[in-house]
């Protein structure tokens, strides 16, 4: 990665701590514009767009950085999860659950499994009506289990 790049997104950190999130926003989209593939800059720069109510542009930057090939498993749990956030607060509870149940399964598949997304899944399907679902990922956030492997 570019040490420019990270000069940047380091910048940027610091405005975010002051407040700043307009120039916050611009330095951490500088750091993704020298670096596409850095991953830290580009959940930053989506969150700082969402903080500053461009939900939509947020939502494409991290599906972007979805597509990108080479993707590290870890790398696309941490995204899935952003995207879950960026849509929860934009009001898209499916699109949402989808991202979290995304990222929960990633976990699954390489043994790391994701226990606190259960109950923001559960969340998730109580507002969208799908209250046995809900109730299901409850019991499973409880037991520490996966109710898809049950």
Known sequence: MSA??????VRALEQLRRGDVTDAREDFRAALELAPTFTEARIAYATALARTGDA?????L????????GLRDRERIVLQRT????????????GAEEAVFQAA??????????VDLHDRLARLRAKTGR?????????AAARGTNPRSS
Do not use: K, M, S
């Open 4 to 9: 420019v790049a990270r000069r940047y997104y």
């Open 131 to 139: 209250f046995a679902e809900a109730l299901d990922e409850l019991l």
């Open 56 to 60: 939509p542009r947020a939502a494409q």
């Open 83 to 94: 995207l879950g956030d960026i849509l929860i607060a934009a009001g898209d509870y499916r």
């Open 105 to 114: 399964r990633i976990g699954d598949r390489i043994g790391q499994p994701q």
């Open 62 to 69: 991290i599906r972007t950085g979805l597509a990108r090939p």
